[in-house]
Structure formats: structure tokens, C-alpha cells
């Protein structure tokens, strides 16, 4: 039951109404006996929308586009993986010091933990936006990782975290599917279309294939790694996984997953997003 002691969680965003998290949190606050809830803010001034959470004493954040690194001269403290990423999911108001931390990369770790081993495995990631430089630096400190982006530079960035950053085309993604043992879609290609980053035939059986996007659930990439024999994990286990993370840091209970990808995927059918 709501009442005044009832705390506030929010989603910083813009946009946010197709966000799965409310669907999952406030579930959560519910079996876990938590008097909290979740609401999504769509966000036009960062700086004003941060004084609010200050001055409402609001108890948690989740930050999601186009605020991720905008948000860091805002905080107070950061975690370790927040500052070598740059980039802040999630907030804890801590007696009234704002601390950023970053759950994309032990999102997408436990999510990939969940199927396989990843420790010192060879692992390929495509992408070096916000989430593939999060799961890069995480993957970086037990496995083998080579990133590939279209824009090279930003793959060249990354060499910071002591992992290959090189350009993606058709022939790095030849060479280096060969290579990997992990493969890790983290552009947004295929996002709500039928597209792929990587040419069926370069997939071959046995491969890990982890895509980030889960909005189709079964995207192009992974069709094929499924007709391919891969090993196949889908976006929403990374949503689930990293929410997991934020809850945790809120409220110091490890969530039951399996709870959170149901709440998710009834959001998502549910045509919420
Ligand atoms: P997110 O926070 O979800 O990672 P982002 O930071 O905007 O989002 O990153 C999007 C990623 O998808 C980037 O790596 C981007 O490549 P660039 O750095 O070259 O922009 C990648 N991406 C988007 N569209 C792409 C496409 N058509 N082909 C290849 N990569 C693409």
C-alpha cells in the first residue's frame, strides 16, 4: 500500500515511455515486502531534474538515454566502473550523496554466465556505444575481448581497458568470427527491424550468441544463429540481469530472475513498449 513512508524510485530518461523497468520494479518492491515505487520521467533539463531528486530526497535512480554520461558532474561519488566507462545507469541516494554506478557490464556478464563460461574465453563484441563499452570494461578484466565498431575510433578508445578495438566490416567480422568463441551484438542494428550486423554465413555451429536487443525478442541475428546451431541468448536476459544489479544496490536483495524476465516479457506482450 502506498502511504507516507512510501519511497520513490525514478527512471531519468528521454524518451522513457517504453521502458520495461516500472513493469519490473514495482513487482519486485511488491513480493519483496518493499514500501517503494517506480516511476518513469521523461527529462527535458538534467540539472533541474537532479536538484528535484535532491531536494524530493528521491531514494534511487535509473538513467537511460540521453542522460548516461551527461548525468556524471551531477554526482557526488562514482563506482570504479562508472568512471574508467564514463556512464551512469543507476543512482543511489546515500543520506543525501548522489553515487553513479554503471550495471550494463555485469548485466551482460551474468546474463552470458547464465548459458556458459565466459573466464578466459574468447569473446567478440560489435558495438562501442554506451552498453558495448560497459560490457567491454567487464569483460575485459576475465576474457579475451575483441571490439569491433563502425565508427573505428571508438573501437580504438577502448584499447584503454587493455582489449583489441578495431573497424567493423566484412572482413574483421570474417576474421574475428572465426576467432571468438562469444559473440556480442551491442549496436542497435536489428532493433525493431529485420536486420543484421553479422552475414549468416559467417555464424557457424557451437558459437555463443548474445544479442543486447530484445525489441523483437528473436531478432534477425538470432534467427539465424538458431538455424546455425549457436547457442543463442536474447536481450531481455541483459535487461533482466542488470536490473537485477540496480535492485540489488537499492536494496540489498538478490532478486529472483526468473520473476523479473516474466514481469518483462508481460510488458513486452502486453504491448507496453
Ligand atoms: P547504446 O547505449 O544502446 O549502446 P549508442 O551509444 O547510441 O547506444 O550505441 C549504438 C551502437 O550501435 C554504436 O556502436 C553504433 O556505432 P557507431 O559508434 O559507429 O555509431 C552502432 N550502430 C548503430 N547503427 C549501426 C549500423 N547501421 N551499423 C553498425 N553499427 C551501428
Not at 28 to 41: M, T
Not at 51 to 79: A, H, M, Q, W
Request: charged share 25%; hydrophobic share 40%.
Amino acid at each position: 500500500m502506498i502511504n507516507a513512508k512510501t519511497k520513490l524510485y525514478a527512471l531519468i530518461g528521454k524518451p522513457v515511455e517504453h521502458s520495461l523497468s516500472p513493469a519490473i520494479h514495482n513487482p519486485l518492491f511488491k513480493k519483496y515486502n518493499i514500501n517503494s515505487v517506480y516511476l518513469a520521467f521523461e527529462v527535458d533539463d538534467l540539472e533541474i531534474a537532479i536538484e528535484g531528486v535532491r531536494g524530493l530526497k528521491i531514494s534511487g535512480l535509473n538513467i537511460t538515454l540521453p542522460y548516461k554520461e551527461k548525468i556524471l558532474p551531477f554526482l557526488d561519488e562514482l563506482s570504479e566502473e562508472a568512471e574508467a566507462i564514463g556512464s551512469v545507469n543507476t543512482v543511489i541516494n546515500r543520506k543525501g550523496k548522489l553515487i553513479g554506478y554503471n550495471t550494463d557490464g555485469i548485466g551482460a556478464l551474468r546474463a552470458l554466465e547464465r548459458f556458459t563460461n565466459v573466464k578466459d574465453k574468447r569473446v567478440l563484441i560489435l558495438g562501442a556505444g554506451g552498453a558495448g563499452k560497459a560490457i567491454a570494461y567487464t569483460l575485459s578484466k576475465l576474457a579475451e575481448v575483441v571490439v569491433l565498431n563502425r565508427t573505428e575510433r571508438k573501437a580504438k578508445a577502448l584499447e584503454r581497458f587493455g582489449v583489441k578495438g578495431e573497424k567493423l566490416n566484412k572482413e574483421n567480422l570474417s576474421r574475428y568470427l572465426t576467432w571468438a568463441e562469444i559473440v556480442i551484438n551491442a549496436t542497435s542494428v536489428g532493433m525493431n527491424e529485420d536486420k543484421s550486423v553479422v552475414p549468416e554465413e559467417f555464424l557457424r555451429k557451437g558459437l555463443v550468441v548474445f544479442d543486447i536487443v530484445y525489441s523483437p525478442l528473436e531478432t534477425k541475428l538470432l534467427r539465424e544463429a538458431k538455424q546455425r546451431e549457436c547457442l543463442t541468448i536474447d536481450g531481455l536476459w541483459m535487461l533482466v540481469y542488470q536490473g537485477a544489479e540496480s535492485f540489488r544496490l537499492w536494496t540489498g536483495i538478490k532478486a529472483n530472475i526468473e520473476f523479473m524476465r516474466k514481469k518483462a516479457l508481460e510488458a513486452l506482450e502486453g504491448g507496453s513498449i
